[in-house]
């Protein structure tokens, strides 16, 4: 009942939005809603009496584009978002997927309706410069999308398994409240994670840009036939397979091209227990766990990957069609229940 009426009110504000996003145009098109999306469908809106899929986000950033190219829609795709980043633009622009903006930005071509605008006066929603998009910020948030009930758990307790100071902690929950992801609900100053998608979505470039890299071990190359049998002979304590590898794991659909192994063990440990050797055009990029509590990465049922949601967000970063197509199997089964 309640997911069935914030449905419907996010519905209206994306009419409330579109019609604000067309007045911005200043141009004379008439602009009419004529049908709701039926479950995985998309909106339809006529533009001068041609009809649209309007895809609605609050922001539209690069690593967005590839899930745009797989959107199922009946008529010509219509991105509407408040902001869009300029490499974005660029992206569909190039991949010809019509795109408005909230500050009178626009190409769109379609039947007997051709639109290119720029005036270079868009910016952030959320400034990129905040105190929640950092890389603490990200090892947070990876704790809070996983277990959203975590909000409530004592600034000590995130830091542990954060792997962060307590500092950083208050100021990144500060941050999250001042910017809407965080909201108190009760008069005990219970607190609750809201607007989750969105802060996913902001959260996957940053960990792949700021977090991982900072975690990176190096790149390695299998020796012998172990490539072959990567499923079995990697499968130890303290060693976890994340990437398209960890997608294979969770969804036995995508046969690895690249390697991502997350692990605590030591650099010696590496080459004489794993058998792997340094290589800097290697198939395999190795990582320390970035999280405080490494017992959330297990093996499973004879699985060991890390948990889907830096697989998901590995990649969707990578910009690869198969990885996508596998990231929305992985994001259907395994994340849009915490949501």
């Known amino acids: 009942m309640l997911r069935e009426q914030a449905k419907k009110m996010n519905m209206l504000l994306d009419f409330a939005y579109f019609m604000e996003f067309i007045d911005r145009l200043e141009l004379d098109i008439e602009a009419i809603y004529e049908k709701a999306p039926d479950s995985n469908e998309l909106p339809v809106y006529t533009l001068n009496g041609k009809e649209v899929s309007v895809y609605f986000k609050n922001e539209i950033r690069p690593h967005n584009v590839p899930i745009l190219l797989n959107q199922p829609a009946n008529h010509p795709l219509l991105v509407a978002s408040k902001y869009i980043t300029p490499k974005a633009k660029k992206q569909l622009k190039k991949n010809k997927i019509n795109y408005l903006d909230s500050y ?41 999308l996983n277990r959203p009930e975590e909000v409530n758990e004592t600034v000590r307790r995130l830091a542990h398994l954060s792997n962060i100071s307590v500092g950083s902690v208050s100021k990144i929950m500060n941050g999250l409240f001042d910017e809407g992801f965080l909201v108190e609900w009760n008069n005990d100053k219970k607190y609750q994670l809201i607007r989750k998608e969105e802060l996913l979505d902001r959260w996957i470039p940053i960990l792949n840009e700021k977090v991982l890299p900072n975690y990176k071990i190096g790149t390695y190359s299998f020796t012998g036939n172990l490539e072959d049998h990567w499923k079995d002979r990697f499968l130890r304590p303290n060693v976890w397979w994340g990437g398209e590898p960890g997608a294979a794991l969770l969804t036995d659909y995508l046969y690895p091209e690249k390697y991502s192994l997350f692990t605590t063990l030591s650099a010696k440990e590496i080459m004489t227990d794993l058998k792997l050797v340094p290589d800097p055009n290697g198939k395999i990029t190795l990582y320390q766990p970035f999280w405080g509590n490494t017992s959330m990465a297990s093996i499973m049922k004879g699985k060991n990957n890390v948990d889907a949601l830096i697989i998901y967000a590995q990649l969707i970063h990578s910009g690869d069609p198969r990885n996508i197509e596998t990231a929305q199997i992985i994001y259907n089964e395994h994340i849009a229940q915490k949501l």
């Open 104 to 144: 009178g930005n626009a190409y769109i071509e379609i039947p007997q309706l051709k639109i290119f605008t720029e005036h270079g006066n868009s910016k952030p929603v959320i400034p990129d410069t905040t105190k929640v998009f950092t890389q603490a910020g990200a090892q947070l948030i990876f704790q809070l």
